[in-house]
């Protein structure tokens, strides 16, 4: 338990390193989330938390942020919906990043992505960027989509149930 909180702890401050500077948090994700009946947190760089319980075992559970910060790309406005698999402290061997990059090939939405940390961590990542105008319904699925894609390789890779 002690390592989790250490590890959610950990994930709320790459959310804060990745939207790069304190914002106030997008009202219009709390009326999204708020019309499906989703809980959420909102953490203190103004980004939104969604823990999910898995449908296929209630036993894992897995956190995914929501970033309130969107960008415009030619009239479309965009944010961005993310959750860590695995942080390690090498890169995964060829083997797992191959497989990887053959799902992203085939998945519809989102990809996997890597980033590392100042001091070193590997963090591995699933990530969609969607238009801003979801239902909320629609937006809770991607979500969900986002935490049932890192829970899976959480629970194959790393073998235990931490964010």
Not at 20 to 41: C, H, N, W
Not at 151 to 161: C, I, K, L, P, Q
Request: with cysteine; proline share 2%.
């Amino acid at each position: 338990m002690k390592i989790r909180v250490i590890l959610v702890a950990a994930m709320m401050t790459l959310a804060v390193l990745s939207s790069g500077f304190a914002q106030e948090a997008d009202p219009r994700l709390a009326v999204a989330l708020d019309e499906s009946g989703i809980k959420y947190t909102v953490n203190e760089s103004g980004n939104y938390v969604v823990s999910y319980e898995m449908d296929n075992n209630p036993d894992r559970s897995h956190s995914v942020f929501i970033i309130s910060e969107t960008e415009d790309y030619r009239g479309v406005e965009l944010r961005e919906i993310w959750s860590v698999s695995a942080v390690l402290y090498e890169i995964p061997d060829l083997d797992t990043i191959i497989a990887l990059m053959e799902q992203n090939s085939t998945i519809k939405v989102g990809a996997w992505a890597m980033e590392t940390s100042d001091d070193g961590e590997i963090w591995i990542l699933y990530t969609v960027k969607v238009p801003v105008a979801l239902t909320g319904k629609q937006l809770s699925h991607l979500i969900y989509f986002v935490a049932e894609m890192c829970d899976e390789f959480e629970e194959s890779y790393v073998g235990d149930d931490i964010y």
